[in-house]
């Protein structure tokens, strides 16, 4: 057999996420250089701040300012910084409990080595110089020893609030297709159609994905099928797709190939889209360093009777 | 109901366990076909067929292999027709395992099939998991899962709780154990390199890696027709931690310790833990929260620092701890899975063999 294909596959997700009036109160306050915690029930002041009491769930909003400097909780030291980390440099991860907060903020410091970073040790925030509503407002931590800041007693209203982010994500692969469906793939190289065979019930899955799922065993006799084939049920398509260079009204069929065990589906060209029927015998058409059937066409033989294709509608 | 017992008294039973050898790359086969030997293992040691399992449930990620409902392709190795009673949590399989014995104790169900599987060979793990995180305060800077992992071991450092030797140890003795185990992927004497996130190294991580993990579960008299010692499932529990990091503890772990509790694990002592504890400091911290002395044999499969895919390490916790009482090599065992950054969420589970 020949070698599993594979192929690079990056997914990329712009998730557009509303904020409530906390996280947007904090957001639009780093923006203006202004960290505000957020006041429970039995006076605790979380920083980040969140919505509901975490211990007794009841909502909170008393938003209180605390100060851009604090101590570290805990750190690890990252000398190798990875894609979208804060710093390009090797830095510390560290949790850090500002001034007047109760609870740690996740961020980065800014060190020369692990020999200059300590559980205890004291630091303040580094402001990003562009500001937009967003944790990355703090750039990162810097080492620090004088006092501790004075918060201004900002109460959390901001006049032109982030009410929303967009939270990018990319994330990288290596997609390989697996054992199946690279013969499928491979075959399609020549313009060849191939199924897998079910070793227990006889049928013949196209595209393959390497299991029967009646029988749930591995479908492992490749089996060519087609060229031709039988329109088993279709619709028209009206509504043109966009970056889609198809006039519409056009067809959209499943096709039963000859010997396979299931329809695929395909497109009907160079017949009226009122005339095609189930039935209809088509065959596919490839268009030049095409690496799948374009098109399926009708052949011109006679229809196929109903009962040789009844079972794969 | 016709059944005289009521439902919610069932006892429910492991009576079957696989898995894969787990590797750090499958990328030859897809995920159903990674799967379905572990499926056709599981059901050939209890003679069940498809048409006899009465519910499924699975476990995975469509981030791992960054195809969307990859689990729905993964039923083809299930054998889904005529149609079947199914569903799928987006969690380790330890999870599916849960909601198939609340479905088994409801009396719905006799019988059932758990399984769950993880491809992390096909994208980069670390940066995968960063997406599981708040996406406010968190996701937006990737801190990646052993930088989480590293900032609690400091943090359990700081409190003298352990060092890094003790660390160290916990990992070789881990990669030993699993000298036995055919199926681990680090095996034997494994070099503690270098740092990957000070004071983690190579050692005291997880290796990454493939594979997948079958049980099946079944009820009261139907257990004892299918397995001759069935590890009966005394109790179960899971719970999560508030989602701030900066909120938790980060040196405890109260939500294995009320889970633990409600699974009643402190009435009689256990002889076996499997924990799934992916970095070396959280054995450390598991076993602080459980109460396990050097009396309890702990992680003997070599547990998550021998093979640890993703989704599915935590079903094999279960799956190994219940192989044991199936041998007759433990009478009453520990499971512990974990899921998310830091042990944020913890399932615990307490399995017993018939007395001999
Ligand atoms: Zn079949």
Redesign the pocket.
């Known amino acids: 057999m020949s070698a599993i294909l594979k192929a690079p596959l990056t997914v990329e997700f712009p998730f557009t996420r509303s904020l409530g009036p906390v996280q947007s109160a904090f957001l639009t306050g780093l923006r203006e250089r202004v960290v505000l915690g957020v006041r429970t029930g039995d006076g605790r002041v979380l920083v980040p701040p969140v919505e509901y009491d975490p211990v007794t769930a009841e909502e909170i909003r008393d938003l209180v300012e605390v100060a851009p400097t604090g101590t570290v909780t805990t750190w690890a030291w990252n000398h190798e910084p990875r894609r979208g980390q804060p710093l390009d440099r090797p830095f510390a991860w560290v949790l850090v409990r500002l001034d007047g907060a109760d609870t740690a903020l996740l961020h980065a410091l800014d060190a020369p080595g692990p020999d200059a970073v300590r559980t205890g040790m004291r630091v303040r925030v580094r402001w990003a110089e562009e500001r937009s509503g967003a944790i990355t407002d703090i750039a990162c931590f810097e080492p620090y020893d004088g006092e501790p800041a004075e918060p201004a007693g900002h109460g959390g209203a901001f006049d032109d609030a982030v009410t929303g982010i967009v939270a990018a994500a990319r994330l990288d692969y290596t997609y390989s297709p697996g054992r199946a469906q690279t013969g499928y793939i491979e075959a399609l190289g020549d313009r060849r159609i191939v199924g897998e065979r079910?070793p227990?019930?006889r049928?013949v899955y196209v595209p393959p994905r390497g299991a029967?799922p009646?029988?749930g065993?591995a479908t492992e006799e490749r089996v060519e099928v087609g060229p031709a084939g039988t329109v088993t049920t279709f619709c028209i398509v009206n509504i043109k797709a966009k970056n889609l260079d198809i006039e519409v009204p056009y067809v959209y069929a499943h096709i039963a190939l000859d010997g396979a065990g299931l329809a695929l589906h395909g497109r009907i060209a160079g017949i009226p889209y009122d005339r095609v029927r189930m039935g209809l015998r088509v065959e596919p058409v490839w268009t030049e360093g095409a690496r799948y059937p374009d098109h399926y066409r009708p052949t011109g033989e006679p229809d196929a009777d109903y009962d040789t294709y009844k079972e794969l509608l | 109901m016709t059944r005289e017992e009521a439902p919610g008294d069932r006892d429910i039973a492991v009576v079957a366990f696989a898995q894969t050898d787990h590797r750090r790359t499958s990328e030859e086969l897809s995920e159903v076909e990674m799967l379905m030997p572990v499926l056709h293992e599981v059901m050939a040691s209890t003679g069940l067929k498809t048409a006899d399992i009465d519910f499924t449930c699975s476990g995975s990620s469509d981030y791992l292999a960054g195809r969307a409902f990859s689990f729905t392709l993964a039923l083809d190795g299930v054998g889904a027709w005529p149609p079947i009673s199914e569903s799928h949590v987006e969690m380790d399989g330890a999870w599916a395992l849960y909601e198939a014995w609340v479905k088994l104790r409801t009396g719905d169900a006799d019988t059932a099939l758990v399984y769950s599987y993880g491809k992390s060979s096909p994208g980069s793990v670390r940066d995968v998991l960063t997406r599981q995180l708040d996406p406010y305060y968190l996701a937006p800077l990737w801190p990646d899962s052993v930088a989480l992992a590293a900032l609690q071991a400091q943090a359990l450092i700081d409190t003298g709780a352990t060092d890094e030797p003790a660390l160290a140890a916990i990992g070789a003795r881990s990669r030993a154990d699993a000298a036995a185990n055919p199926h681990a992927q680090l095996r034997g004497s494994v070099p503690q390199g270098e740092y990957l996130v000070r004071p983690l190294r190579t050692g005291d991580c997880p290796p990454i890696g493939d594979g997948a993990a079958a049980v099946v579960l079944a009820a009261g008299e139907r257990a004892r027709e299918l397995c001759d010692r069935p590890a009966w499932i005394r109790g179960i529990d899971h719970r999560v931690e508030a989602h701030g990091i900066g909120v938790r503890d980060l040196t405890d772990s109260p939500s294995t310790r009320i889970a633990a509790e409600r699974a009643g694990v402190h009435e009689r002592p256990v002889d076996t833990a499997e924990l799934h504890a992916p970095f070396s400091s959280q054995e450390v911290i598991l076993r602080k929260v459980l109460g396990l002395d050097e009396s309890v044999c702990v992680n003997p499969s070599g547990g998550a620092s021998a093979a640890n895919p993703i989704m599915a390490a935590g079903l094999i916790r279960i799956g190994e701890a219940a192989a044991r009482i199936h041998r007759g090599e433990s009478d009453r065992a520990l499971a512990h899975a974990t899921s998310g950054p830091c042990l944020q969420q913890n399932l615990v589970a307490v399995l017993e063999g018939d007395p001999r």
């Open positions: 079910c227990i019930c049928k029967c009646t029988c065993v």
